[in-house]
Each structure stands twice: as structure tokens, then as C-alpha cells.
């Protein structure tokens, strides 16, 4: 069988139109301890958001999660003739690495494809993660969309796309020893290349301090179009993170794209330190969704969110941008790029 690289297919950027978003409803009380009931409503905006320009595809465990998360939905305004509920029960809510990676190849009899790797909760941190594990399965079955399953473990928020070619990722999570200790780097890419359908990895090495996910680079970098990247930059030089962020921004501005081109580099800060129990949290601006109509920005109740928006506001003329409070749901790990999978439209 060939891989979706010799079949034509490519994964498109997020930046391109979708069909729609997949989420996976929010229901492990272990991810928010003491707090899940507090990350309803503003995770019921996100969905609102998602809702005014594309379908928003929601796994859910059974009728009763199903009518729990109605009621939040409707109570935030969200439009539910553009909300569908799939029973696919999950074990927690991080659809943008457990979720389905679809590419597409438009002059193909089939149009769209999903790729199902190998998921373990972020290097066995978590278990049980059984159920998350088949949830592209199950999509794929759902809509006859044919699965391909090249048998590692890769998570969506360890990637980032131009749709030109390139992808981006990191050392730290990537070439981490409890995701594929069988495989070296070179190895690692010949599986981007094929299953992907990507020309080209760049490397950075690191992920923010509090990162469960050992350096997921949706936290850190995102491709805004095909040659321009937002990173984000620790400008306290007294933060752990700030030499973490620079030796990222200096191999950054090493890389050329397949045409030769250096990246657009746009820098974006860092929002202050977010500490709940005691715990250093992976805050990040960088973690926003863009959307058919909105870029959907994590803001932090912090002096620099104003900042930060303006800056995505600039990368992103056709879209509108959006702030919501993520200081509950930053408690899970993640925020609203990590709960979400983009579904293109073709």
C-alpha cells in the first residue's frame, strides 16, 4: 500500500479553510482537579466562536454527556444546528493529539485521508488512554474515509504546517525516548515525510517550562502563512523560560524554507507566570486556533494580553481575534489549540 505521500496527500495548514473542528468533550475530572465545572463556560465560547463559520464535530461518551454539554452550549449562545455529536467516548478531551490528522489531495478520486498514529498520553503519563487511541478509527469509519497506520506514537501538537511543504516540531518532545525510543531523528523524519506528506523538518530543540507534553511546539511556534512563523519570547531574562525561548528564536532565524527563503519571524510575549497549587503552568499565547473566522487567543488576566492580541491581530488581517480567558482551563495543561483538530474542507 503506498503511504498518503506517494498517494499525493498533504496535511493542509490550519490556516486554510475547514469543514470543520473536532473536539472531544471535557469530562476528566483529573485533568481540572477541583476545578472542571469552572471551564464550561469559556470552553462553551470557544465552541460558540467555532460555530459561526464552520461545523464544530464533538465526540462524546453517551446521550447523557451529550445533553450535560447541550445545556452548557446553549446557555453560551452557541448555534447548535452547527454542532453534531458523535458517540465516540474518550478518556479525556485533548482532541488535537488523540484526534484524527486528515490530508487531502484535491485531484484525488478520494479527496481526504486520515492518518491514525499511535497515541500513549504524552509518554504513558497518563493512562488509561485506550479510548483516545481509536478515535480516528472511528471517525474514519463513521465517514468511509480510509485510515493509514504507520505505527508510532506522534501527537498533533507536536507539528506545525506552512502547507507548503514544511513542517516544524521539536527535539524535546519528538526525539523524546518515552514516545519512539526505537527510532533516531533521521528515521523520526522519514515518517513526517511519508505520513504527513511534507518536503521539509525544521528542528527547534525546546517547549515551555510546566509543558506536560515535553515541549509540544504549539506552544512555542506557529506558522501564521507559508513563510511567516509567531514565537514566543520570555522578556524577563530572570524567567526559566527566557534562555529556553531565545536558543529557539536563534534557530529560527538559521532556517531557510524549501525556496530558499529565511522565516518571517514575528515575536510574541510571553504572558506572565501562571502558578495554581503551588504548580508553574504551560501559559502560552501561542496556543491560539485559527479558525475559518477567528484566530481564538488563551488570554491569562495579565497586563500583556492586550499586547499579544494586537500582535496576532497583525498576522491575521482576514481574521478576527479573539481573547478568552484560559486561566482555568490552563489548570488541564492545555488550552484551546490542544483541545481542537482542524477538519479541511476540499
Known amino acids: 500500500m503506498k503511504t498518503p505521500k506517494e498517494a499525493g496527500y498533504y496535511f493542509p495548514a490550519e490556516f486554510a479553510p475547514h469543514e470543520a473542528t473536532w473536539l472531544s468533550w471535557p469530562h476528566k475530572e483529573a485533568s481540572w482537579p477541583g476545578k472542571i465545572d469552572a471551564i464550561y463556560p469559556n470552553y462553551s465560547r470557544f465552541v460558540k466562536y467555532l460555530a459561526e463559520s464552520e461545523k464544530v464535530r464533538i465526540n462524546i461518551a453517551d446521550p447523557a454527556m451529550q445533553a450535560a454539554a447541550t445545556t452548557h452550549l446553549l446557555k453560551a449562545g452557541v448555534d447548535l444546528s452547527q454542532v453534531q455529536f458523535f458517540v465516540h467516548p474518550t478518556n479525556d478531551a485533548w482532541c488535537r493529539d488523540h484526534g484524527p490528522a486528515f490530508l487531502v489531495n484535491p485531484s484525488a478520486a478520494v479527496k481526504k485521508v486520515i492518518v491514525d498514529w499511535g497515541y500513549n498520553a504524552w509518554g504513558n503519563k497518563y493512562p488509561p488512554y485506550d479510548l483516545d487511541d481509536v478515535i480516528p478509527t472511528l471517525i474514519g469509519k463513521h465517514f468511509g474515509i480510509p485510515v493509514y497506520y504507520p505505527g508510532i506514537v506522534m501527537e ?191
Not at 248 to 257: G, S
Request: aromatic share 8%.
Open 156 to 346: 498533533g501538537g507536536s507539528v506545525e504546517f506552512n502547507g507548503k511543504g514544511t513542517l516544524l516540531t521539536s527535539t524535546a518532545c519528538l526525539l523524546n525516548e518515552n514516545r519512539n525510543p526505537h527510532l533516531n531523528q533521521q528515521q523520526i523524519e522519514s515518517y513526517l515525510y511519508q505520513y504527513y506528506g511534507v518536503e521539509q523538518v525544521l528542528w527547534v530543540a525546546e517547549g515551555i517550562v510546566g509543558d506536560d507534553t515535553d515541549g509540544h511546539i504549539d506552544d512555542t511556534v506557529r506558522f501564521v502563512n507559508e513563510d511567516t512563523v509567531i514565537t514566543v519570547v520570555e522578556e524577563n531574562v530572570h524567567d526559566e523560560n527566557h534562555a529556553l525561548l531565545q536558543a529557539n528564536l536563534k534557530q529560527l532565524q538559521q532556517m531557510r524554507l524549501l525556496n530558499g527563503k529565511q522565516l518571517n519571524i514575528v515575536e510574541l510575549p510571553m504572558p506572565d507566570a501562571v502558578v495554581y497549587e503551588d504548580q508553574r503552568l504551560p501559559a502560552s499565547y501561542a496556543n491560539f486556533y485559527i479558525s475559518n473566522k477567528y484566530v481564538i487567543v488563551p488570554v491569562f488576566n495579565c497586563a500583556k494580553d492586550e499586547k499579544a492580541l494586537q500582535i496576532i491581530a497583525g498576522c491575521f488581517p482576514e481574521r478576527q481575534v479573539v481573547g478568552i480567558d484560559s486561566t482555568d482551563i490552563i489548570w488541564g495543561l492545555g488550552s484551546f489549540h490542544c483541545l481542537s483538530q482542524q477538519e479541511p474542507l476540499v
